[in-house]
């Protein structure tokens, strides 16, 4: 049984590997925040030194995009310098290195899904800096680095702490009372759930030689407002969607329009997601259950 590290266990997609790990045969130590810097380098290499494990999954991220154009320092220590340091150290103890990255890599100007190898171009300091992490994991540990983009991600019964939940928990919040809410029409993506993306996640890691950019998401595209309807009508929400298109540039911060993107390397290897629809009625069996979040 192969020995994961993990870094982020409260988070989004942190919760589903930890549960989906035993199902996959892989044994799974995991830490949060508060337990492991992951701006500190010196404490890396320790907890890597003292538990000895196959992976290393980093699942941490500076990700709330206003906050990334206010302190883009901040968004370059945590998405690039300590993803550097990571991948650097796993290369020196043959450590296989697993990092998450983001359809904000793309400047959103095709008009089909994104595939593993098209070309980047960031628009905004968020993409920017887990563009760097990325270059910066490959050539650093060349031989044993995965770099897994996904897209629009949502899980959990509380959502990202970061961002006070998901966009399908906030939304549902927003309807509450209304007769009508606005929604973009223009950005298209591939909504992901965290549960999905876990478990293709833990079959990419089964085969052990792959290395490289993999995009796992959900399969599909849609605008957040045709995302929202599904929403609403999974919930039984009478509220109507109104597609609205928003032009206005708040700032500095500009959204990609289309970043939906292809499983085309996990599919050649057999690895599937469910249709974004699938995955979304997946997310709302979980979160009508009883089963508690650890």
Known sequence: MKK?????????????????????????????????????????????????????I?????HVLPQCEENPINAMAINFIAVKNMAEICN?????????????????????????????DPLQVYGLS??????????SNPNKTIIIRTNGLYGGKTGSSEKNGNFVLNIIKE?????????????IVSPTYAGDLSKATLKLLKQENETGVYHLVNEGLCSWSKFTEEIFKIAKIDT??????????????QRPKFTALS???????GIELPSWQDGLKSYFNFLNNNEDES
Request: hydrophobic share 35%; no cysteine.
């Open 92 to 120: 020196d103890m043959n450590i296989k290195f697993v990092t998450y990255s983001t359809d904000y890599v793309f400047n959103g100007k095709k008009d089909s899904p994104y595939l593993e190898n098209d070309e980047t």
């Open 4 to 56: 994961i590290l993990l870094i982020g266990k409260t988070g989004q997609i942190g919760r589903e590997l930890i549960k989906d790990s035993a199902s996959f045969d892989f044994e799974i130590i995991s830490f949060n925040r508060n337990e492991l810097d992951v701006s500190d380098a010196t404490q890396i290499k320790e907890k890597l030194e003292k538990t000895k494990p196959d992976i290393l």
């Open 240 to 253: 109507i969607v109104k597609p609205v298109v928003r032009n206005k540039i708040i700032g500095q911060l």
């Open 58 to 62: 980093n699942t941490s991220a500076y």
């Open 263 to 269: 499983n085309t390397k996990a599919k050649s290897l």
């Open 130 to 139: 887990k563009l760097a992490g990325e270059y910066a994991a490959l050539n």
């Open 175 to 187: 309807a509450d009372g209304k007769k009508e809410i606005e929604v973009s029409s223009e950005q």
